[in-house]
Nanobody, 115 residues
């Protein structure tokens, strides 16, 4: 069983930045990859970024160059640095961990981009 605890969401003005954090309760060595998804009202959940290793990460096209995913294995934590935010980034952001036993979700954190 993996528990994921997210933090860092909030309200930010267009052009601003936020950093999301997600800490996993199990050993990082058991986690194959971690990622961030988001779901806006009335829309399907979509993958935003995923990190497989320090040199291997993938991004949703609309966030490339603005968002950066990273991980601190010693802290079992993955981060999502979000810069140049715009109203289209408004959503609930979810952390996901993929393991051999299956995948696990965090509870979600709200990100609202508005002036």
């Amino acid at each position: 069983q993996v528990q994921l605890v997210e933090s860092g969401g909030g309200l930010v003005q267009p052009g601003g930045s936020l950093r999301l954090s997600c800490t996993a309760s199990m050993s990082d060595t058991s986690i194959l990859s971690m990622g961030w998804y988001r779901q806006a009202p009335g829309k399907q959940r979509e993958a935003v970024a995923m990190i497989i290793s320090d040199s291997n990460s993938i991004y949703l096209d609309s966030v490339k160059g603005r968002f950066t995913i990273s991980r601190d294995s010693a802290k079992n934590t993955v981060y999502l640095q979000m810069n140049s935010l715009n109203p289209e980034d408004t959503a609930v952001y979810y952390c996901r961990a993929n393991t051999l036993a299956g995948h696990y979700w965090g509870q979600g954190t709200q990100v609202t981009v508005s002036s």
